[in-house]
């Protein structure tokens, strides 16, 4: 790659080592979630949401569960401070929600805010500004101890204002670009402010520390969380809170590091809209905690119907990989993937009460409002038996015999590959009706009739070449004389010969559905499958199916189709 000496790392680890996290292996309680939405997520679409969008989105997320939402930055535009003044007005703030929002740390902005809540019962405000290196040099252009000065009058400004206005109000700071300034230097300003609202543990104040950029890879974010929770003055009466974005991919792992390192609280999105690549996404955190089997205290029961409301209000799209939300995150293509899936599905009903451990599926997706059919297992040319199988058992109700299945996978697979496509059900569906089931030519079956004396006798009357005829031939079974008449009088030789049946539910009809394998003299196994209310004529279909597959793949197929003559 060229000019890779442009670039270096521009993030700076605590002066202290802050690995205690690393002792830590899981997250056993939901942290506080906090929805950015309605201000990080809209600040970032193509197209802000308008007023009644917001409102719509504001009730999904109320549904979910969010206990704090931010809002907005009702400073910002006349929708913002709209939409603040209908959810207060209209009374659309349930009790048990506190609503936060945005504001620089500049008088007028300040100001605006405060009026923007006034009748609110609660409200976190939630005052920012820029302590990185980078935006210090080139941005502000001012030293530390000016940073500190913004920081520090605006905390005073809260107060002020909040002093005059009704309700009751948490403060929050965020050291904006955290993971770009010096520790010892983002430790500061927050002490700083902190001293300005003096926490107590009736009036928490909440310390924000985002990965507004994300420079490092997760575990040095870790340390840096790890690091100002060890050494923040008031701790106790602080809430830490994390705010990760997902410049480098590692949004989630960023904020579940954090957590383990002193993280209480999380900021993020939907799916993780936001900024650039976006808000750590809070769907993904919540379900990952509930994988463990950690109530994550966020309702997600219905992802689907959620999905949709997000998509139709951002326009963004959720990803077909995406976790846990995806098309296609529950489905499998490959076969040795289906085939796991499909015994682990079984097993799973003779082993109720085991915990879940379905091989590849992380989560039942039943739990989040997905299906199974038609879902996880999907067919291509990299699919296999299990999964072919498994498919024709649930959506139409056949239970192929295990070597059938073996005989149909690859059928429906060389399907998939010249044509290059994925199949559907249907298409699926009907490659086994033409491959195995009632096949009537060159040999068909019209009618028989039997006696038993000492053995089975059968008269079968069939048509080979448009000629109807009579033959007769006795066996042990029915099966066995009538499969004895057309090998005596067809020229033709099986062995091996393995049956299975089973009832099959149509509508309020009832139908016999029997699979027959037979052997040709090679030893090579053909199949067939015969339909038929009437169970003996449902095996004798299938007898006549195996033996026209058969026919029809030996060098005699030719012979039989055209010029074949009755012995
Ligand atoms: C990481 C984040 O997501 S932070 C949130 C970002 N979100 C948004 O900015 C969306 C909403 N913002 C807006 O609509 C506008 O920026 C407004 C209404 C807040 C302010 O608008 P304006 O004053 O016209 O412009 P703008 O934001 O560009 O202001 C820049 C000025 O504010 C200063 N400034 C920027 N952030 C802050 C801050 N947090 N505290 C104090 N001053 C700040 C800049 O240094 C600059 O100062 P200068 O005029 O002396 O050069
Ligand atoms: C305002 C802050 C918390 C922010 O959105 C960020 O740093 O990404």
Known sequence: MRNVEKYSRSYFMPPVTSMKWMEKEFISEAPTWCSVDLRDGNQALVVPLTLEEKLEYFQMLVDIGFKEIEVGFPAASETEYTFLRTLIEENLIPDDVTIQVLTQSRDHIIKKTFESLKGANKAVVHLYNSTSLAQREQVFRKSKEEIVDIAVSGAKLLQKYAASTEGNFTFQYSPESFTGTEMEFALDICNRVLDVWQPTAENKVIINLPATVSHSMPHVYASQIEFVSDHLNYRENVILSIHPHNDRGSGIADAELAMLAGGQRIEGTLFGNGERTGNVDIVT????????????????????????????????????RHPYAGKLVFTAFSGSHQDAITKGFKWREENENEPWKVPYLVIDPKDIGREYEGDIIRINSQSGKGGIGYLLEQQYGYDLPPKMRENFGYKVKNVSDHQNKELMPDEIYNIFIEGYVNIQTPVEFISYENTKEDQFRTILTIQVNNEIMDITGVGNGRLDAISNALQTKLGIHFSDLVYKEHAQEIGSRSQAVSYIGIKDENGVQHWGCGIDPDIMNSSIRALFSAINNMVKSSKSSRQIGSSYSMK
């Open 285 to 320: 955190l919540a379900l990952n905690l509930f994988s463990h089997g950690v109530d994550p205290q966020l309702k997600f029961g219905n992802i689907p119907e959620i999905k949709e409301t997000y998509e139709r209000l951002t326009k963004m799209k959720v990803h077909e």
